[in-house]
């Protein structure tokens, strides 16, 4: 045991916990925690300039990295500015842990108006996190930090919440430090895996859906082998990008609101193995999984199992634990799969040219984008349309290098993800995609950038609208447009003005050669773009259907 404030507590327990970054914005009932910092040389301290970007960085850096993000925010305003990209990661099962402080003690559940006081606060983040609690014993504080690192990490990640009030971080108590232990990963039923493996081998059509929860458990190499011995082709969600190479030979690409390679594959599938994805089909398609196709299902969450659509077989399991498990019982096999290479090859082009006919300058700049990226680079495709494109025609090569928002679809969490992501791998190229206007929720954080060296790359597109809304108000409200234009800054301008590299396209054309200037620069870089506002894909009608989707 040692004498130790809350405060020294709660940061002793993060580092033997392994956690090295922290992304935060001070204040009056967490500044103990600020001073327990200053003794902790190994944890490095981001402050940002507001508490929803100290979570999305936060989440880019769990999500790149497989380590825990961690958030510091006061109470009341700060927690609430924070809720939507706790709500983000939640969406995205991210393991990111915020940590707030609280009113006094003797203050809490009164309701009297003490400063940054939210009643229930608590009650605010449970259906956004996976678990959150709160301490008024100093004592306990380790094994708080404790219980939410397994929370965060046991089964499906997804983010937690933790309260310490400000006189517990004040006071001090002789306090026992815990040591750091491995989170529990599930293993299958192996009844249900010889049952999956019995119809995976007689399927003439299989088909593997990857989701998410391939990224978090890491199965990029085993999902490769699992493909090549069912001789199975893998489509992903957008969440699921670099779950498998998108240059892989048994990869044909991603499923996004009707678009992309399923409408050559699903129809045709018997058995259809889905790993760690929701299964939600939004739009629901004339493709989706019909009732007489076999779905087998892997996901660590047991809740999902029962969700939009049914399964014949359901495994709760780690993805890896379950590919692996598979792969195992498979052996030698040989199932009765009759994809052929030049069939895939044809979906591939199909898919690949349904894309480019509806939206050809996207994928143009699309692929200018990913020609002068590394194999490696990481990509934050931002709720802007390039960046919804991407989700189809932006080839991830790597696994943990592209994330989306998911469900959440949080306009303006792009840029400070981005940033997040980027501190966690520094020497890994960083790109984010936004728009105009995603881009101003957190432009302040080009500060951030500048004073902490975090350069990455932010492409702007700025076409001086709420681009999908304005398209909404023409295509189902007669162009009834209100609410959707935008005054912006120059965007290349504001960037100097902060000390970042500032670019500012005068055509399309030029973005090749300012994204390679880009890359190279040795401070964070903003290059806006020009660009006319077009359909983003779930508002075009996909291939075989003729009405719009709304």
Request: proline letters at 7%; glycine letters at 10%; charged letters at 20%.
């Given at each position: 045991?040692?004498?130790?404030?809350?405060?020294?507590?709660?940061?002793?327990?993060l580092?033997?916990?392994?956690?090295?970054?922290?992304?935060?914005?001070?204040?009056?009932?967490?500044?103990?925690?600020?001073?327990?910092?200053?003794?902790?040389?190994?944890?490095?301290?981001?402050?940002v300039?507001?508490?929803?970007?100290?979570?999305?960085?936060?989440?880019?850096?769990?999500?790149?990295?497989?380590?825990?993000?961690v958030?510091?925010?006061?109470?009341?305003?700060?927690?609430?500015n924070?809720?939507?990209?706790?709500?983000?990661?939640?969406?995205?099962?991210?393991?990111?842990?915020?940590?707030?402080?609280?009113?006094?003690?003797?203050?809490?559940?009164?309701?009297?108006?003490?400063?940054h006081?939210?009643?229930?606060?608590?009650?605010?983040?449970?259906?956004?996190?996976?678990?959150?609690?709160?301490?008024?014993?100093?004592?306990?504080?380790?094994?708080?930090?404790h219980?939410?690192?397994?929370?965060?990490?046991?089964?499906?990640?997804?983010?937690?919440?933790?309260?310490?009030?400000?006189?517990?971080?004040?006071?001090?108590?002789?306090?026992?430090?815990?040591?750091?232990?491995?989170?529990?990963?599930?293993?299958?039923?192996?009844?249900?895996?010889?049952e999956?493996?019995?119809?995976?081998?007689?399927?003439?059509?299989?088909?593997?859906?990857?989701?998410?929860?391939?990224?978090?458990?890491?199965?990029?190499?085993?999902?490769?082998?699992?493909?090549?011995?069912?001789?199975?082709?893998?489509?992903?969600?957008?969440?699921?990008?670099?779950?498998?190479?998108?240059?892989?030979?048994?990869?044909?690409?991603?499923?996004?609101y009707?678009?992309?390679?399923?409408?050559?594959?699903l129809?045709?599938?018997?058995?259809?193995?889905?790993?760690?994805?929701?299964?939600?089909?939004?739009?629901?398609t004339?493709?989706?999984?019909?009732?007489?196709?076999a779905?087998?299902?892997i996901?660590?969450?047991?809740?999902?199992?029962?969700?939009?659509?049914?399964?014949?077989?359901?495994?709760v399991?780690?993805?890896k634990?379950?590919?692996?498990?598979?792969l195992?019982?498979?052996?030698?096999?040989?199932?009765?799969?009759?994809?052929?290479?030049?069939?895939?090859?044809?979906?591939?082009?199909?898919?690949?040219?349904?894309?480019?006919a509806?939206a050809?300058?996207?994928?143009?700049?699309?692929?200018?984008?990913?020609?002068?990226?590394?194999?490696?680079?990481?990509?934050?495709?931002?709720?802007?349309?390039?960046?919804?494109?991407?989700?189809?025609?932006?080839?991830?090569?790597?696994?943990?290098?592209?994330?989306?928002?998911?469900?959440?679809?949080?306009?303006?969490?792009?840029?400070?993800?981005?940033?997040?992501?980027?501190?966690?791998?520094?020497?890994?190229?960083?790109?984010?995609?936004?728009?105009?206007?995603?881009?101003?929720?957190?432009?302040s954080?080009?500060?951030?950038?500048?004073?902490?060296?975090?350069?990455?790359?932010?492409?702007?597109?700025?076409?001086?609208?709420?681009?999908?809304?304005?398209?909404?108000?023409?295509?189902?409200?007669?162009?009834?447009?209100?609410?959707?234009?935008?005054?912006?800054?120059?965007?290349?301008?504001?960037?100097?003005?902060?000390?970042?590299?500032?670019?500012?396209?005068?055509?399309?054309?030029?973005?090749?050669?300012?994204?390679?200037d880009?890359l190279?620069?040795?401070?964070?870089?903003?290059?806006?773009?020009?660009?006319?506002?077009?359909?983003p894909?779930?508002?075009?009608?996909?291939?075989?259907l003729?009405?719009?989707?709304?």
């Amino acid at each position: 045991m040692a004498n130790l404030t809350g405060a020294q507590a709660l940061i002793q327990s993060l580092a033997r916990e392994g956690v090295e970054v922290v992304f935060g914005l001070p204040g009056v009932q967490i500044m103990e925690i600020y001073d327990a910092l200053y003794e902790q040389p190994g944890i490095r301290l981001i402050t940002v300039r507001h508490e929803q970007s100290a979570a999305y960085m936060a989440d880019g850096y769990a999500r790149t990295t497989g380590r825990v993000g961690v958030a510091l925010v006061v109470p009341g305003p700060g927690a609430l500015n924070a809720a939507a990209a706790v709500g983000t990661a939640y969406a995205t099962s991210s393991p990111v842990m915020l940590i707030s402080g609280q009113v006094d003690s003797a203050m809490l559940g009164q309701n009297r108006g003490a400063l940054h006081e939210v009643n229930d606060q608590l009650d605010v983040f449970r259906p956004i996190t996976k678990w959150n609690a709160r301490t008024t014993n100093a004592e306990e504080i380790p094994n708080l930090v404790h219980m939410a690192m397994q929370q965060v990490l046991d089964g499906r990640p997804r983010p937690v919440e933790i309260e310490v009030p400000f006189d517990i971080l004040q006071g001090s108590s002789d306090i026992e430090l815990l040591e750091r232990e491995g989170t529990i990963k599930q293993s299958p039923d192996p009844a249900r895996v010889k049952e999956a493996v019995e119809l995976l081998a007689r399927a003439e059509r299989p088909l593997i859906w990857a989701g998410g929860g391939c990224r978090e458990a890491d199965i990029t190499g085993e999902l490769a082998q699992l493909a090549e011995a069912l001789n199975a082709p893998v489509i992903t969600t957008p969440e699921g990008k670099g779950a498998i190479p998108e240059n892989h030979a048994m990869s044909v690409g991603t499923f996004y609101y009707g678009h992309g390679a399923a409408y050559y594959t699903l129809p045709q599938s018997d058995v259809i193995l889905a790993i760690g994805s929701r299964m939600n089909m939004n739009p629901r398609t004339p493709w989706s999984p019909r009732p007489d196709q076999a779905i087998i299902r892997i996901d660590a969450d047991p809740e999902e199992l029962g969700r939009n659509v049914e399964s014949r077989v359901g495994m709760v399991a780690d993805a890896k634990l379950g590919v692996n498990d598979i792969l195992a019982e498979w052996g030698g096999a040989t199932g009765a799969s009759q994809w052929q290479t030049s069939e895939l090859d044809e979906i591939r082009r199909k898919a690949t040219e349904d894309t480019r006919a509806l939206a050809p300058l996207q994928v143009d700049l699309i692929e200018t984008i990913r020609a002068e990226l590394d194999d490696d680079a990481i990509m934050v495709a931002g709720t802007t349309e390039v960046a919804y494109w991407g989700h189809l025609a932006f080839p991830v090569l790597k696994p943990r290098s592209y994330l989306t928002s998911s469900y959440f679809a949080t306009l303006g969490y792009a840029f400070p993800t981005a940033l997040g992501a980027k501190v966690g791998n520094p020497n890994r190229q960083v790109v984010a995609t936004i728009g105009d206007g995603g881009f101003m929720y957190a432009s302040s954080e080009l500060s951030t950038a500048v004073q902490e060296g975090i350069n990455l790359v932010t492409l702007v597109f700025n076409n001086g609208l709420l681009g999908a809304s304005r398209a909404d108000q023409m295509n189902r409200y007669q162009g009834r447009a209100i609410g959707t234009e935008l005054l912006n800054p120059d965007f290349a301008q504001l960037a100097e003005v902060y000390g970042a590299l500032g670019i500012k396209l005068s055509d399309r054309r030029e973005l090749g050669p300012a994204l390679r200037d880009a890359l190279r620069a040795e401070r964070p870089a903003v290059i806006e773009v020009p660009m006319p506002n077009l359909r983003p894909p779930f508002q075009t009608p996909p291939h075989g259907l003729d009405a719009v989707i709304g």
